[in-house]
């Protein structure tokens, strides 16, 4: 699409595109398993095949090396799409449940079906893999889909359209470009589903225009993630798991830890790890992993997080080249700016803490993170994190992880999301399951009929 068109313009073009993949869906060309199958190992085909062109432009973007684009985005998003080519035949059948006694004889099954027309919003920090899996199983599940990446890495939203518009039907998949004008005109048609990953603030705009359609929503959000230290945990080596995931990404990742529960009895050697860790992994460019602020909006509100009387490493930063140096800030309270929003960059706060009532007590303060971790040996302290804090997804001794582990949904819950997606998840997310009674019609018992009786409710009682 034009994205220089105007927005008038640009709302009928919108316009004409759903209409036009509604009509295309209710030709149930999508629907047959051998079609689904075909358009993924297609999809997977052309992202191979144009590999070397996306590693370059999510690099001219904000500096992700090659490496580090496989590693968080590409390989994943190869897998969902093998796992989806793999297991759909059995995702794609009628699933049997029990019957009652009441409704005897008969069986009872769900019928999983496509809900139509999906739109996806992407998000700007790993373009790829958060535009193009939900895809996949918009796909997989039988639907036609508008995929909208976000403008911000422009090359990268560039390459996508340009792999998906050059070899997909457009009443089938298509990829629109454009800001928020766009995106605008896009809410204002009507979908069958729609999939937003972003910020809680952008997910309330979207929940809004999809709730005058009523239309089936999954929000992908955020929130400020925990990761609680125990005295008795292993330091170095849930140290050296969390700072790699922090700073992966340069801290761009919606999962990754915001802030960092430590027992004050182990918190000068936490920070002495930390930085040990810091230095071993040397985070450059020049290094292979390490990536710019993804634009100058970013990287001024990042910076402006960084309290310089409370900086324990790093604070050092590059307007020009939109680099922050990784930063480990100290003596923490919940007051500071830093507490305020999710950080979404590579600062890494340490709170210190006495009790785990008083550590969990903090994580309940804020809305309810899309991620918590915890690193601990103690079983009771397992059992009181899961049963008492909650959270979207989480590890225990690990962190970010889980999200590579395809037989664990992944979503937020409340302020950080809502649904959930990844393999057999995702296929779910973009279905809808009808419930079937099938009953044969050589039997049949009278009790629901007229003519009611004492005898007969007290027989239904029992057989319900």
């Known amino acids: 699409m034009n994205k220089a068109i105007d927005k008038t313009d640009f ?35 052309i992202l191979l095949q144009h590999e070397d062109e996306m590693h370059d432009a999510i690099y001219k973007d904000f500096g992700k090396s090659k490496y580090e684009n496989q590693l968080v985005e590409i390989y994943p998003l190869i897998d969902e799409i093998d796992i989806a080519i793999k297991r759909l035949k059995k995702w794609a059948q009628h699933k049997s449940v029990k019957t009652n006694l009441l409704n005897f004889p008969a069986k009872s099954y769900l019928v999983p079906e496509p809900l139509g027309v999906s739109l996806v919003i992407g998000a700007w920090n790993l373009p790829y ?7 996949v199983g918009s796909m997989a599940a039988g639907n036609t889909t508008i995929v909208k990446p976000s403008e911000l890495p422009a090359r990268t939203s560039s390459i996508m359209a340009k792999i998906i518009n050059e070899n997909f039907d457009p009443n089938y998949l298509r990829v629109v470009e454009g800001a928020i004008p766009e995106t605008t005109a896009l809410l ?7 999939f937003f990953t972003g910020s809680p603030k952008v997910g309330k705009i979207v929940n809004k225009a999809a709730a005058e359609s009523l239309t089936n929503v999954t929000l992908e959000l955020g929130g400020k993630n925990p ?47 930390a930085v040990e860790e810091i230095e071993k992994n040397n985070f450059s460019r020049e290094n292979n992993n ?16 960084i309290d310089p009387d409370k900086v324990y490493y790093g604070g050092t930063h590059n307007r020009e080249e939109r680099i922050i140096d990784p930063t480990i800030l100290h003596d923490v309270s919940l007051d500071d700016a830093v507490m305020q929003e999710e950080i979404f960059g590579p600062i890494l706060p340490v709170i210190e803490y006495e009790t785990i009532d008083e550590a969990f007590e903090i994580i309940k ?22 049963n008492e804090i909650p959270f979207g997804s989480g590890a225990i001794n690990d962190c970010v992880m889980q999200i590579s582990n395809p037989n664990l949904p992944f979503g ?8 959930r997606y990844h393999g057999k998840y995702s296929f779910e ?27 007969q409710m007290k027989i239904i009682k029992v057989l319900s």
């Open 11 to 45: 709302e009928v073009e919108v316009e004409q595109l759903v209409q036009n993949q509604r009509a295309y869906f209710n030709t149930n060309a999508t629907r047959p398993i051998g079609f689904r199958l075909e358009q993924l190992k297609k999809l997977k085909e």
């Open 429 to 455: 997310c973009f279905s809808h399951f009808k419930s079937i009674l099938d009953k044969p019609t050589v039997l049949e018992t009278n009790l629901k009929y007229y003519g009611y009786s004492e005898k």
């Open 412 to 419: 937020g819950v409340g302020h950080s999301g809502m649904g």
């Open 188 to 194: 204002k048609q009507r979908y069958d589903k729609i």
């Open 365 to 386: 303060r804020f809305e309810k993170p899309l991620a918590a971790y915890l690193f601990s040996h103690s079983s009771a302290t397992k059992e009181r994190f899961l």
């Open 227 to 273: 990761a609680i230290f125990t005295k008795d945990c292993a330091l170095k080596m849930g140290v050296k798991r969390m700072i790699w995931a922090k700073f992966v990404n340069s801290g761009q990742f919606c999962i990754t830890t915001d802030y960092a529960l430590v027992h004050r009895d182990i918190k000068e050697e936490f920070l002495k790890f």
């Open 290 to 305: 390490y990536v710019q602020i993804i634009n100058e909006r970013n990287f001024d509100r990042v910076v402006n997080l």
């Open 129 to 135: 893999n958060l535009s193009l899996t939900p895809l």
